[in-house]
T-cell receptor, first 115, second 115 residues
């Protein structure tokens, strides 16, 4: 069965500092990987995705994530964070033998950016 | 593309009452998913529709829960005889059909509070 582990429940960081949010997944077959962001009282917004091809994927707002098959990781990074990046971030996996492509989420990491 | 729409945004009801939520997916999206999110956790999969067919249900979906997607457009999720443990955010997501995993687009959810 697939699973996702986000080890850090909360990551405090100062504005303009770099940040890494960790995500590890468990699956015996090829998967698709996603990062979603959730602001208070809202649904989830897709931040970036890895479906195939280049292992480094980037979003339009400066985030990037690298798919590492040997370490089964998909860590999210940003070189310089803004106050507006404060939110809950969820890593998710789908695919493999699952024809529904339902998402299996981690428990989330709260990014708290301080001035 | 008007996004995924969910109604109502908030629902407060007494224990034992029945509630129904509605989800309008992005038009022409064949796949529709329901998830449940409790405080401090990532969303958990409940059920999945491919057009009007309900193809997968989670064990989380007890017999008090029923979901429909008549005509393959909007979907409803009904909870009968609500219990305290049903309090959560119920999220709907949709994605295009076809092979492979397409990113799911989420609505803003319906927050259910059981008194």
């Amino acid at each position: 069965a697939q699973s996702v582990t986000q080890l850090d429940s909360q990551v405090p960081v100062f504005e303009e500092a770099p940040v890494e949010l960790r995500c590890n997944y468990s699956s015996s077959v090829s998967v698709y990987l996603f990062w979603y962001v959730q602001y208070p009282n809202q649904g989830l917004q897709l931040l970036l995705k890895y479906l195939s091809g280049s292992t480094l994927v980037e979003s339009i707002n400066g985030f990037e994530a690298e798919f590492n098959k040997s370490q089964t990781s998909f860590h999210l990074r940003k070189p310089s964070v803004h106050i507006s990046d404060t939110a809950e971030y969820f890593c998710a996996v789908s695919g493999g033998m699952d024809s529904s492509y339902k998402l299996i989420f981690g428990s989330g990491t709260r990014l708290l950016v301080r001035p | 593309d008007t996004g995924v729409s969910q109604n109502p945004r908030h629902k407060i009801t007494k224990r034992g009452q029945n509630v129904t939520f509605r989800c309008d997916p992005i038009s022409e999206h064949n796949r529709l998913y329901w998830y449940r999110q409790t405080l401090g956790q990532g969303p958990e999969f409940l059920t999945y529709f491919q057009n009007e067919a309900q193809l997968e249900k989670s064990r989380l979906l007890s017999d008090r829960f029923s979901a429909e997607r008549p005509k393959g457009s909007f979907s409803t999720l009904e909870i009968q005889r609500t219990e305290q443990g049903d309090s959560a955010m119920y999220l709907c997501a949709s994605s295009p059909g076809g092979e492979g995993s397409s990113p799911q687009h989420f609505g803003d959810g319906t927050r259910l509070s059981i008194l």
